[in-house]
C-alpha cells in the first residue's frame, strides 16, 4: 500500500504544534519531504522515523527500576 502524503497542518495535529514546526523542520532539511509542484508534503513513514529518532527512552539502573533525578 502506497504511503500517505501529509499536509504541514495534518502533521502539525499529530505532533501537538502549530504549522510553523513541521515547516522548519522542512526547511532546515531535518525531516525527509515531498514537493509536488509548490505543495510541501511529508510521507507518514517519514514522520514515524521522525518521532522514533527523537524519542527518549527512560534509563534504568541494574535492578531494572527507573534513576531518580537528583
Known amino acids: 500500500m502506497a504511503d500517505r502524503h501529509l499536509t504541514m497542518a495534518q502533521v502539525a495535529e499529530i505532533l501537538g ?3 510553523r514546526f513541521p515547516r522548519r523542520l522542512v526547511a532546515e532539511r531535518r ?3 515531498v514537493k509536488v509542484g509548490r ?7 517519514a ?12 534509563i534504568s539502573d541494574r535492578r531494572g527500576s527507573l534513576r531518580r533525578a537528583a
Open 17 to 19: 504544534t502549530t504549522e
Open 31 to 33: 525531516i525527509v519531504f
Open 39 to 45: 505543495h510541501v508534503r511529508i510521507p507518514e513513514s
Open 47 to 58: 514522520l514515524n522515523a521522525f518521532i522514533d529518532a527523537n524519542t527518549v527512552r527512560p
